[in-house]
């Protein structure tokens, strides 16, 4: 799996930077590291949407915060891993 998490400048003032950290925590807890290519990107053209934005796969993700990160990373990522 590949996740590029956008470091543009209207992302990383909605905390992109926080939801990276989460992220690479969340990778590493559970181990994932030899399944998931994580990296920032810049802007994914998505600075409408509230909160941060990043591609799964090619696929743009919108509104992910800090708040609704843990949701995210297992009803997302784990169910993406689990199917593939």
Same mark, same amino acid.
């Given at each position: 799996?590949? *996740?590029? %998490?956008? @470091?543009?400048? $209207?992302?990383?003032?909605?905390?992109? $930077? =926080? %939801? !990276?950290? @989460? !992220? =690479?925590?969340? *990778? $590493? #807890?559970? &181990? !994932? #590291?030899?399944?998931?290519?994580? $990296? /920032?990107?810049?802007?994914? /053209?998505?600075?409408?949407?509230? /909160?941060?934005?990043?591609? *799964?796969?090619? #696929? *743009? %993700?919108?509104?992910?915060?800090? #708040? &609704?990160?843990?949701?995210?990373?297992?009803?997302?990522?784990?169910?993406? !891993? %689990? &199917?593939?």
């Amino acid at each position: 799996m590949t *996740i590029e %998490v956008c @470091m543009g400048s $209207s992302c990383h003032a909605k905390g992109a $930077s =926080r %939801v !990276l950290d @989460m !992220l =690479r925590k969340a *990778i $590493s #807890e559970n &181990n !994932l #590291e030899d399944k998931i290519n994580l $990296s /920032g990107t810049l802007c994914l /053209g998505q600075c409408a949407e509230p /909160g941060a934005n990043m591609k *799964i796969d090619g #696929e *743009i %993700v919108t509104d992910i915060t800090e #708040e &609704n990160f843990p949701d995210f990373f297992e009803n997302r990522i784990k169910k993406l !891993l %689990v &199917n593939n």
